[in-house]
């Protein structure tokens, strides 16, 4: 039961550089979200999807771009990446965005951009 | 703007004693009320949802409470074990969704 899985675990960027963190899931949850998660800021809202072809901004999008093509799959992408993006991103679903369900975490990214 | 708030920072006690965590937000209009555990270097890990009609759920040692007119919930953790000791997280979700607004997280450690 893999549960939500990012990849990579680690990834080291310059300037400048392009990526995208990948996200899959395997429970068949409509609801799928991004976080980073920086010391003394908490977690925080990057983008949201309630179901494939939908998405939304979430608390701090700026930077970042995200697409919905299937259920399973929820991608971020890194256009130019920035120091200031340095962070832990952790991925998120949960089964339906109109009912009281928890939130099932992946196991994080860390990204260092030098 | 939710604002969700975790006092103490850190909390450090003998094995055997009940922990009490606390967690504050600003707008009672919540959905629901969840609290996570995070191990160093991991993902989070949902604990107990609390919905914005309940007083309060259990799970085994976990009991949350929720008190949405003073804008508190509280989470106890009855006899604590030294695998207890994480860094756990409370967050609001303001509308179906699980949009959620985190508080800083409560880093507990438990002395064997």
């Known amino acids: 039961n893999a549960g939500v899985t990012q990849t990579p675990k680690f990834q080291v960027l310059k300037t400048g550089q392009s990526m995208t963190l990948q996200c899959a899931q395997d429970m068949n949850h409509e609801y799928m979200s991004w976080y980073r998660q920086d010391p003394g800021m908490g977690l925080r809202l990057i983008h949201y999807?309630?179901?494939?072809?939908?998405?939304d901004q979430g608390e701090v999008p700026n930077g970042y771009n995200v697409s919905r093509s299937t259920t399973e799959d929820f991608p971020l992408r890194l256009l130019s990446a920035a120091p200031s993006q340095t962070s832990v991103y952790f991925c998120?679903?949960?089964?339906?965005?109109?009912?009281?369900?928890?939130?099932?975490f992946g196991q994080g990214t860390r990204l260092t951009v030098v | 703007k939710q604002e969700v708030t975790q006092i103490p920072a850190a909390l450090s006690v003998p094995e055997g004693e009940n922990l009490v965590l606390n967690c504050s937000f600003t707008d009672s209009a919540i959905y629901n009320l969840q609290w996570f555990r995070q191990d160093p270097g991991k993902g989070l890990t949902s604990l107990l949802l609390?919905?914005?009609?309940?007083r309060e759920q259990t799970s085994g040692r976990l009991n949350a409470s929720l008190d949405k007119s003073s804008g508190r919930s509280t989470l106890y953790i009855a006899a604590s074990q030294p695998g207890d000791s994480a860094t756990y997280l409370c967050a609001a979700s303001k509308a179906a969704g699980n949009k959620l607004t985190f508080g800083g997280g409560t880093r507990v450690l438990v002395k064997p």
């Open positions: 999807s309630v179901g494939a072809g939908i998405t």
């Open positions: 609390i919905q914005s009609s309940q």
């Open positions: 998120a679903s949960s089964r339906t965005p109109t009912a009281n369900t928890e939130a099932f």
